[in-house]
């Protein structure tokens, strides 16, 4: 913005710039309605195209422009991007961690040739491209407590491969072609929305359960140590980190989180509003997944580059999806 002076005083500011248009794959996921949300409100509502392979509600549809979009065809997607003028693609499209285990050549398939795409489409029409990677990009060899921005990814999952990939091949991008590649590994997100085939899903259904039935039966051990964010955070970090002057940038992947808690830490917090909540707990081969990924992740590079901090901590986020949750159960 340029302000205009007048005797000292700042008058108005003009925008030299105009606002983004932005492109949302995966419009239909935990992230992508409340993001679109989050950008409309900074761009405008036409700015901000969300998409999918999905039907949508009609909710979504009154909230702004909706458009069917393939990651897996090229062609669609350039159209999409020519004739909505797009300058920044939000690529949210992926199968997560659990899910993707269970069904590996659709993973390759959505999560890596669906990322080249993107990517060349980002390098032809000179986009700033997003892509969420995860905590799922370390393995049993990185270190757990805590993991550091760069450190050794050997991951076991396809879903932790194929954002190892992206990851490796955004930078590449970046370095031979000058792509604006930007991206964030995620730890698990806690929203109001339910999301869906992954490892830490847990961490929103106890909210559903502990509410409807005062009781949750978890899939992994009480003591699994895994780092969270509050949906919030984690939307405004992507934002703030789309905006960073590209100087501030010493990496094109940053860590960020906001806390690190277990089941059994979460359910003690939340039976101090449902006091009748009971846990049982049933492993299953999600366990394994989150025993190899880290407990406590740093994200020192984010806060020191481009000036991350995190809102909500434990409590805070706890009364908060308590208090969405209820308002949708009822
Ligand atoms: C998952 O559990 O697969 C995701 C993630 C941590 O990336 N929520």
């Not at 992230?31 to 409309?40: E, F, P, S, V, W």
């Not at 106890?206 to 509050?230: E, S, V, W």
């Not at 492993?283 to 909500?312: C, M, N, T």
Request: include cysteine; hydrophobic fraction near 35%.
């Amino acid at each position: 913005c340029r302000p205009l002076f007048i005797n000292g005083k700042i008058i108005r500011q003009f925008s030299s710039q105009r606002a983004p248009k932005i492109l949302i794959t995966g419009g239909l996921g935990q992230l992508g309605t409340q993001c679109a949300r989050l950008l409309r409100s900074k761009y405008g509502k036409n700015n901000v195209i969300l998409s999918d392979i999905i039907k949508p509600k009609e909710e979504i549809v009154e909230e702004g422009p909706y458009i069917f979009a393939d990651i897996l065809d090229f062609k669609g997607l350039q159209k999409a991007v020519v004739t909505h003028r797009i300058d920044w693609i939000i690529h949210l499209s992926a199968l997560l961690s659990a899910i993707g285990e269970q069904n590996v050549s659709l993973a390759v398939r959505v999560n890596i040739e669906g990322m080249h795409n993107v990517l060349e489409l980002a390098k032809q029409y000179k986009l700033r491209i997003f892509v969420p990677s995860t905590i799922g990009a370390f393995g049993p060899d990185s270190p757990r407590n805590p993991t550091p921005n760069l450190t050794i990814q050997r991951p076991r999952t396809i879903y932790g491969v194929s954002k190892v990939h992206a990851e490796l091949m955004g930078e590449y991008y970046h370095h031979k072609f000058g792509t604006d590649f930007r991206c964030l590994r995620f730890p698990g997100v806690i929203s109001a929305d339910e999301p869906g085939g992954g490892t830490t899903d847990y961490a929103v259904a106890i909210f559903y359960d502990a509410l409807r039935r005062g009781q949750y039966n978890c899939y992994l051990k009480p003591d699994t140590m895994l780092p969270m964010i509050h949906i919030k955070d984690c939307l405004r970090s992507l934002l703030e980190f789309m905006t960073a002057p590209e100087e501030s940038l010493k990496h094109r992947c940053y860590n960020v989180t906001a806390m690190s808690f277990t089941p059994e830490e979460l359910a003690e917090k939340i039976s101090k509003y449902i006091p009748e909540l009971k846990m049982s707990y049933n492993i299953d081969s999600r366990q394994l997944i989150a025993d190899d990924w880290p407990q406590v992740f740093d994200d020192s590079e984010a806060r020191k580059d481009w000036g991350w901090k995190h809102e909500y901590d434990l409590d805070k986020l706890v009364e908060d999806i308590l208090q969405q949750v209820r308002g949708r159960i009822r």
